[in-house]
């Protein structure tokens, strides 16, 4: 290895990327328009669609309960849902979504309620369908309200008290201190998104500089020099790791920034009508100092074995039809990392990325494993390690770099 | 000098089986001298020529440049020659003065002297009007020219050409020969291949006839002609070469 030589390489790689217009345009401009879009765009739509789903009255249908005429006046008077007069086909009309709901008072309701009897009200809703949910929430409140009522009267009638139908309350109160609360909320995604990024910043400079190199015909050229092999690869995949960092914390930090701006925006709004709070919630710092080390073994890893698949590639358009796939494989594994209720244990501390999801997760909701952290360093060190070691062994095979 | 001594390459190749690119290929050449290897497409001369650059592994024989074995210290090789191909193309975002420069450096030299060089080297081969301009806005003659000032701004003392005038006008390839010329000048050792053969006539001290990977006749043009019994290289090639293929 020859230190002088790696940087004269890597300085040369430097310069050539910066005046590409391609890697200027998919690394740095896209990443900064993409994130704040994505922020500013998902965050107002989000708002808006919920607070008018809140802020919209929804029509309801009842069925029956002639004999209930007290029920029905009540309903008609609430301000919650407004009844519109029943047609046959109300299921149709739930289904076209021109009414919300339909309750469905039984017979004999209020004369039941009178003799102490019991019965069911139905309530027909679209289900998973958001304003449909809002007025079968509001008619059951409604019912739920009358409910009690009733077992007021029915106890007053005996004479007992009011707490015989409820001994004791219930209630859920959070004692995870704020950060980690955070920590959670976001902790999955944060990782999901440093995978990414860094994959994407290593894709493009890793193919252009070998299949890119070698479909220029320059790699021979390149090659005549007397520089041996091993620092030309150490040169070029520094680069290759320069850009994905760079990539990542760009985007990172372009993502932080809108999504601060876009909460302050939006959050205080959208919490009024119900909506979670935008703005990043606070995360431990030492968390983010943890996932930032984490990510180093990493990136190595993606920018050795995005560079390694390249070479093999004697075209950008081969290498591209190469490394395209294996974005899938590095996806996978961070969406299972989001998902709740997967916890790191020591399998899942050696599967590569996986550990990285899921440790991120509980470093930046001040959650600190330290046997896990240094298994999973550990391992993906050894894994990244490896990678290099394969991609210096294929620049030396002739067949691999001077494919016929 | 270069002293090849049965110089191997066998392609390994799952269809075809293995492919003798180059077949026990000896030759020697002196320093002032300039080696023409003549050879139809696909003769094994660009093999030949990459296995003396060492950018590929001779899967037999040897050979030795400038004093180092190819096969045990290439870098070393690397560092006392020029290699030009068709092949061997220019950092089209650099411009030519940062291509030489880069190519210095790889090669140990100082800022300084690359600087001193560069000038010299522009002056040689006409590069001012566009030493700083990018590589991808050259013509043909142009990108010649820097990848000429690439591959002696270490002032190698072998210089392989492998076919260097492919794709150029004649006023540009008159300049090309004129500067290996100028390389046999300076004492340098020149192995120069192409399958033009006005170019070996005028250019070489000695020719080597390959075909098929191997060999087949070696001498300067006068032993050529009286070994052959004729007088046009055209007419010697063929006759070296087995007779017209039909
Ligand atoms: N990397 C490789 N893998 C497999 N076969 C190869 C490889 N390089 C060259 N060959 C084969 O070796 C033989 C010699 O090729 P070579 O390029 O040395 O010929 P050449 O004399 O330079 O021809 P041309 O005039 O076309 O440049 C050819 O049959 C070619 O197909
Ligand atoms: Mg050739």
């Not at chain 1, 302050?264 to 710092?285: M, T």
């Not at chain 2, 090669?107 to 010299?120: C, K, S, W």
Request: proline residues 4%; hydrophobic residues 45%; positive net charge.
């Amino acid at each position: 290895m020859n230190f002088s030589h790696i940087r004269t390489v890597y300085l040369k790689e430097l310069k050539d990327l910066l005046r590409d217009k391609r890697t200027i345009r998919s690394m740095i401009i896209i990443p900064m328009l993409v994130m704040p879009a994505l922020a500013f765009g998902v965050g107002s739509i989000a708002k808006n669609v919920y607070s008018k789903a809140r802020a919209e009255i929804p029509s309801v249908m009842i069925l029956g309960g002639e004999d209930s005429p007290a029920v029905l006046a009540e309903l008609r008077r609430s301000k919650k849902f407004r009844v519109v007069p029943t047609v046959a086909d109300w299921k149709h009309s739930i289904s076209e979504k021109k009414i919300r709901a339909a309750v469905q008072v039984p017979e004999g309701f209020a004369a039941g309620l009178a003799a102490g009897t019991t019965g069911t009200v139905v309530i027909h809703y679209y289900e998973g369908e958001l304003k449909s949910g809002f007025a079968a929430a509001e008619l059951e409140a409604f019912f739920r309200g009358l409910r009690e009522r009733t077992v007021q009267a029915r106890l007053a009638e005996h004479n007992l008290p009011a707490t015989l139908m409820r001994p004791f309350e219930t209630k859920r109160e959070n004692a995870a201190p704020p950060d980690r609360v955070g920590g959670n909320a976001l902790g999955g995604i944060i990782p999901y998104f440093i995978i990414i990024l860094c994959f994407t910043g290593a894709m493009y400079p890793a193919m252009d500089l070998t299949a890119g190199e070698k479909e220029r015909g320059t790699m021979e050229t390149l090659l005549c020099s007397p520089v041996a092999r091993v620092n030309i690869v150490l040169g070029k995949f520094c680069m290759v790791l320069t850009s994905a960092l760079a990539s990542m914390t760009l985007s990172l930090l372009t993502m932080t920034a809108s999504f601060a701006i876009g909460g302050a925006l939006w959050g205080g709004g959208g919490k009024e009508a119900g909506v979670s709070r935008l703005n990043l919630p606070p995360i431990d710092p030492a968390g983010i100092l943890g996932v930032l080390a984490m990510v180093l073994p990493v990136a190595v890893l993606f920018s050795a074995v995005i560079f390694t698949v390249s070479l093999f590639a004697k075209s950008f358009k081969e290498a591209q039809s190469y490394v395209g796939p294996m974005m899938v494989v590095v996806i996978m594994p961070a969406v299972v990392g989001m998902l709740p209720g997967i916890d790191l244990n020591v399998r899942l501390a050696l599967v590569p990325i996986l550990n990285l999801s899921l440790v991120c997760r509980e470093m930046l909701s001040g959650v600190w494993h330290w046997q896990y952290i240094a298994i999973i360093f550990g391992s993906t060190c050894l894994y990244a390690g490896l990678a290099l070691a394969w991609a210096v062994k294929m620049f030396n095979r002739e067949d691999v770099i001077f494919r016929a | 000098m270069i002293d090849a001594r049965a110089l191997t390459k066998t392609f390994p190749d799952k269809k075809r089986g293995p492919i003798h690119a180059v077949d026990r290929v000896s030759f020697h050449v002196n320093s002032g001298e300039i080696y023409g290897l003549l050879g139809a497409n696909g003769a094994g001369k660009t093999t030949t020529l990459r296995l003396l650059a060492t950018l590929l592994r001779p899967t037999g024989g040897t050979a030795v440049v400038s004093g180092f074995d190819i096969g045990t210290e290439p870098e070393k090789v690397r560092a006392q020659v020029g290699f030009l191909a068709a092949s061997t193309a220019l950092y089209g975002r650099l411009t030519a003065r940062e291509m030489i420069a880069y190519f210095g450096r790889l090669n140990g030299l100082e800022d300084a002297e690359i600087a001193v060089r560069t000038g010299r080297l522009a002056d040689e081969l006409d590069m001012h009007a566009f030493l700083d301009r990018r590589c991808d806005t050259f013509s043909t003659g142009m990108k010649q020219k820097t990848s000429i000032a690439r591959t002696l701004i270490h002032d190698p003392a072998v210089m392989i050409f492998d076919e260097p005038t492919l794709g150029l006008d004649v006023m540009t390839a008159r300049a090309i020969v004129r500067f290996v010329h100028e390389c046999k000048a300076r004492r340098k050792t020149v192995v120069y291949s192409t399958h033009v053969m006005s170019e070996v006539e005028k250019l070489c001290d000695r020719i080597g006839i390959i075909h098929g990977g191997k060999l087949l006749a070696e001498g300067t043009l006068p032993e050529l002609r009286a070994r052959y019994g004729e007088q046009d290289l055209e007419e010697i090639f063929v006759r070296a070469v087995g007779g017209d293929p039909l």
